[in-house]
Each structure stands twice: as C-alpha cells, then as structure tokens.
C-alpha cells in the first residue's frame, strides 16, 4: 500500500468534555458560533505518538463543528529550531491525513506586532526590565510555601522600562544581561504568575527571520497572544499548562484585546515502555542509542511510517484512547492491536522465511518447477490470486524442525508428516548434519503428488502446517526485527543517579541476513507492507529498501497481546 495523503473522516466516537464544552459554546453563540483551533508545535524535534493525540483532537473537533484548524510553528527559540523540523512536522502532519489548507502560521510572522504589545504592556505600568541574573530570578521568586520578594529594579519609571527595552532590541546587552518581566504580584499562590519573564535577549539567527531579532519573546507571550491575533477560539492543550492558564488570561486582559481565546487542557498521552519528553528523545538521536529520528524503533510518527504502521492504525488508537483530564498510563498493547487489526484488513499475504533451513525432495522430479496458486488475502476475494513456484529443494524456518522434538511440537521431525502451505504433504526422511558445527544443514523428505493443495484423498490428517519458499527461485533479503525500544513499563522512573537509558533493551534491533522471500516480493515498492505468513507484518524500509537489496522491518508480531487481555475481560474467546 502507498503512504500516499488520505482524506481523514472524522471518526464517529463517544463524547468527551472538550467535544461538550465546545458544543455548549456554539449553541450558546460564542465567537459568533465558530470553532477554530490550531496545533502549534515547536520545530525543535520531531513529532511522536503523543502529538497525533493533539492533531487528532484538534483537526477533529474543529472539523465535527464546521470549522477549521491552523498549523502555527510556535518557533520563539532559535537556539534549538531549524527547517528541517518544520518541514518533517508538516510532512507527518499531512501523512496522518490532515490539511490545513491555507492557515500555515508562524509565531516569527508576529515578532513585529508582539514588540508592540510588549511595549503596550510597559506604557500600562504591568511589564519592566530586570536586571536581575536568571539565579537571583529564581531565588527571588520564592517557593510554594514562601513567597517571593521584589526585584529591585520593579519600580522603574514607565520611561526608563520602555528606554531599556528598546536598547534590548537595539543589540546593547549582552546574552542575560536584563529580561522583560511582567509587574504581577510576587505573592501570588501561583507560582507562575510572580512576574514570569516574556522576553529574553537571545544572539542567535533565526532560521526565518536571520539577525533581524536578538530579543525574542517567551513561549507563554507568544502563544496566547498568536492564538488571539488568528482568532482561535479554543486553544486545547494538556496538562502541563493548566498553571499557566492564568498568565495566559492575565496577559490577554492586560492588553485589553479584542478576542480572548479559551484555553482548555487536556491528559497527554503517556504510553508504556516508551518515553514521550522531547528532551529524552533528542538524548536517544545524539547519543546514538539510536540511528536518527527515523529509527523504527522510535515513537515519533516518522519512526512509526517507517517501521509500517498506518495512519489509519494511528488516528483509531487516538480515537480508542479518548480524551480525558487525568494523566494515565496506557499499554503499548492496544496501540500494537490496533495496527494489527488495519494491516490485517489491508496488508496481501506472502511467504517468507527468515531462518532458512534447506528441504531436498527426494522423490520430486530435478528439473520441474510447478507454479501453485496461492491467495493473497483469505478474506479479501478480491484482492485474488497470484503463483508462487515450489521446486525439489526448498527453505522453511529452522525453528520448524526438531530432531528430538519435545511433547506438543506438532512441527517437522524424522517420521513426521506435515503440510506446506498451498503446496504438498511432505514427509522427514532424514536429517544431515554440517560436519564442522555438528548443526543439522539438510532435511531430506518425500512428498505425496496426490496432496496437492495440502488435502490428502484418503482424509488423513496433520496437525501443522509450514510456510516455506522455493530455493532457486528465492530472493535473499535483510530483515530488521524490531522490539520494544525500552525494557521498563515507564521508563522514565528511574533511581537516583541512574540515566534513563539504563532501560533500553538490548535486544531491540535483530538483523537478519540471508533471509529468503518468495519471488513475488522482489517488486515490492519503499513503504509497502505485507504479512509475512506466520511471521508477522512487514513493511520494505522507506530508507534502504531497493530493488536487488530488499529490506524489510518488522512492523508487528501476529501475536496479539491487547486482543486476549480483552476476551479474558469480556469472557470471550480469545485469538
């Protein structure tokens, strides 16, 4: 299947607070019945699972209520932003399936009209420059059970503060030299709001702006202020911003704007095994736990493209997950669940084999090769039927064979009969042996001619079937299987003195070299997945995949931990 932009309708699902809240103010009439909302990420990284949650959310709401959704680059930091991320956000933002059509923003488009309200802010006696150092701002500030202490330089006259500032611009200080702070109250119970900062003198370019700017504004002033000059009505974001509501009020009623947006917060997404702080994620790219933003190990949605998963898997986990206030923990399983349950429906079945064991037929004719027919989805009609060649030597998985084979290995052993998938009843005659390592390198069988298509005419049974791939006509191939990046349910706990990447699990990444495919997949395209019978789902890597050197990773085990904990809770059969 091609990653190709999809449309995303708005998925039927139950109703959560943000959803009531917005439908009360519509009937109610506020902001003339419209709904706007935007997603502002930082070009600072790549996005990860927990922000298709925010899009999802955003893009959706706006979307069930007739309205529309902008994408503004929040990018205030030039220290840490680039174009790279911009681009990357824009292209995962468009391949989970949404548009924002013509309302692409940037917080740098306002630098202009945010010096202005800062400026507004000084002449209205609520904004000054301080110039105390960012340890002396700290300490001042107090605690939760102490409160803070003026700075000395609070009471400067509205003159000298708006004299100091322009300088700032101007290029006259140094880097920390002074800030812009906003004249609050420095016993305010929230913490926030004694006198936060809202600009800081930074001499970085900016990967838009150049060396226009060395002052650049603070996230909180820059954010409430641009979601109220592009109208946004509801400015849903989570959690870790519910102190900072009030400032984000404050700030608009001191400039007395014409439109107030209304901020709403939300549960982030905290996912098992994995860690979401973009800081740690930064941590595993530089520190090369892992090969780049992209590493199919990674949650970012450009790690999870390029392990296999699909946008529809990703937009009906957010959709599973809900939306709620309180921050929980959910199991890694369900998201895996609900990839599988896409790529069951749309991934066509090939065979594969990643361990190869060579199978000689004894009895089968040297020189002939048969073309059996072979179904590309057994419940998809018609995605119909395609060939695949079966010859006297073969490979199955060695896993598939014992030679001592212990109670309830239902597989290949000396003696045994057992069926190939599409192909023929065969039977172990024999086992050989490499004379170096004293491993078994060589099954010699025989096959029944009358089984063809597996049945047997006299109705005896086995009790297992092999997947297997023709040896001449094989194709040789890389296989990557991944695993969880991190051992621990969260790693982010971790002990004192310990790193969080103590977690990683060793075993993440297994590559797999000589592996053998059915011919069939020697056209297959960068990005498209299969289910590799037996084995699991399989995507070609976006990266390295190409025609003569296959590469594919592993998406997804069939196992299905999610789908048995369900049916043990619901009493149901289990898959």
């Known amino acids: 299947m091609s990653d190709a932009r999809q449309s995303a309708p708005t998925p039927v699902a139950p109703s959560h607070f943000i959803r009531q809240i917005i439908a009360a103010d519509v009937a109610a009439g506020r902001n003339g019945g419209r709904v706007v909302t935007r997603f502002p990420p930082e070009p600072n990284g790549y996005l990860h699972i927990g922000h298709a949650k925010s899009i999802c959310l955003n893009f959706g709401v706006a979307a069930e209520f007739g309205g529309v959704t902008h994408l503004r680059f929040d990018d205030t930091d030039p220290s840490k932003e680039s174009r790279e991320y911009v681009e990357a956000i824009q292209e995962d933002v468009r391949w989970l399936g949404f548009d924002w059509k013509d309302k692409l923003f940037f917080a740098s488009d306002y630098f202009e009209r945010l010096y202005g309200f800062a400026e507004d802010l000084i002449r209205a006696g609520k904004a000054y420059v301080d110039h ?174 390029r392990r296999g998963y699909t946008p529809e898997a990703i937009r009906g986990f957010c959709d599973r997950i809900g939306v709620a206030r309180a921050d929980n923990r959910v199991d890694i399983a369900l998201l895996e669940h609900c990839l599988r349950e896409d790529l069951n429906r749309r991934a066509p079945r090939r065979l594969a084999v990643l361990r190869p064991l060579k199978v000689t037929i004894l009895n089968y004719p040297p020189d002939q090769v048969e073309e059996l027919p072979a179904l590309n989805h057994p419940e998809d009609p018609a995605a119909g039927r395609r060939t695949v060649p079966f010859s006297r030597e073969l490979f199955i998985e060695r896993e598939d064979f014992r030679e001592d084979p212990p109670p309830k290995f239902y597989r290949l052993a000396p003696g045994r009969e057992v069926r190939l998938r599409y192909a023929y009843l ?104 299969f289910q590799f019978e037996r084995l699991g789902y399989f995507c070609a890597d976006r990266r390295d995949h190409r025609p003569g050197a296959p590469v594919f990773n592993r998406t997804v085990t069939l196992r299905d931990t999610w789908a048995k904990i369900a049916a043990r809770q619901e009493g149901g059969p289990q898959r």
Not at 280 to 300: A, H, K, N, Q, Y
Not at 472 to 479: C, H, L, R, S
């Open 426 to 529: 065969i039977r172990c005659v024999e086992a050989l042996r490499d004379p170096r390592t004293g491993e078994v390198c060589e099954l010699r069988c025989t096959y029944d001619p009358a089984t063809r298509g597996g049945e047997a005419p006299d109705g005896r049974r086995v009790k297992a079937t092999l997947h297997w791939v023709s040896a001449p006509q094989a194709i040789a191939a890389e296989v990557r299987l991944y695993d969880h990046l991190f051992l621990k349910e969260n790693p982010a706990e971790v002990a004192e003195g310990e790193e969080f990447t103590a977690a990683i699990n060793p075993h993440s990444l297994e590559v797999l070299r000589g592996c053998r495919l059915e011919p069939e997949l020697a056209s297959a395209a960068p990005g498209e997945r």
């Open 132 to 305: 105390l150092s960012t340890e002396e701002i700290r300490e001042y500030r107090g605690t939760l059970t102490r409160p803070g202490r003026n700075s000395p330089y609070r009471d400067r006259s509205v003159e000298e503060n708006l004299d100091l500032f322009r300088r700032m611009r101007a290029g006259e200080f140094r880097d920390g030299d002074c800030v812009l702070r906003a004249r609050i109250d420095m016993a305010a119970p929230n913490l926030v709001m004694r006198d936060p900062t809202l600009y800081r003198i930074k001499r970085t370019p900016h990967y838009r702006t150049g060396t226009d700017w060395c002052i650049y504004p603070m996230y909180d002033f820059a954010h409430c202020l641009s979601d109220m000059i592009e109208g946004i009505t509801h400015s849903l974001c989570t959690l870790e911003f519910e102190n900072n509501r009030e400032l984000y009020d404050w700030i608009l009623a001191a400039l007395d704007t014409p439109h107030r947006p209304r901020q709403i917060e939300f549960a982030r997404l905290n996912l098992s095994r994995t860690v979401l702080s973009k800081r740690r994620l930064i941590e595993l790219v530089e520190g090369g736990f892992v090969s780049g933003w992209d590493d199919p190990r990674m949650p970012t949605l450009s790690g999870l493209r």
